[in-house]
């Protein structure tokens, strides 16, 4: 009989380990910095609005368990970049050095012996942090996705 393993120790395994969607930093690996602010035909957001609306969602999960006091943007607009918002290199850099800061926190929270990531939080509507980094990840890779496939469309992608 297999030995039983701590659930939480299997999460955060598979929050650590390869896992069958791209990572961040293979999506923006070798990115040009001159179409950071490129939207590809019949697309109303560029590349840097796709990462910075990860931020802004990912941050707000994150806090949402996290902090009692944090008040979520305003649905939709607050989670997007103005539609006509662009960034520079020192901005790109910016967004994705916040991408993966949150990322390390959740990798924290989920190695935290202590914490009860199943647990509900009562001032999260009771829900758990769990549940918030699986939305979270799930949120993620469905934009990277969209990232690699505007990067295919533009002629920008291996």
């Known amino acids: 009989m297999a030995a039983k393993r701590d659930p939480k120790a299997l999460v955060h395994e598979v929050f650590i380990e390869e896992s069958a969607h791209m990572g961040l930093d293979e999506a923006v690996a070798d990115f040009p910095l001159k179409h950071i602010n490129d939207k590809a035909p019949n697309v109303t957001f560029s590349f840097w609005h796709i990462l910075e609306h990860v931020r802004i969602a990912q941050h707000d999960l994150l806090e949402y368990v996290q902090n009692a006091k944090h008040v979520s943007p305003s649905w939709p ?82």
């Open 77 to 158: 607009d607050g989670y997007w970049p103005a539609p006509d918002a662009t960034t520079d290199a020192a901005g790109w850099k910016k967004t994705i050095a916040a991408i993966k800061k949150d990322l390390a926190r959740m990798d924290t929270m989920l190695a935290n012996p202590r914490a009860d990531v199943f647990a509900p939080v009562p001032f999260a509507n009771n829900k758990s942090v769990l549940r918030c980094v699986f939305l979270a990840l799930d949120h993620n890779a469905y934009h990277l996705g969209q990232f690699i496939l505007l990067r295919r469309l533009l002629g920008d992608w291996k």
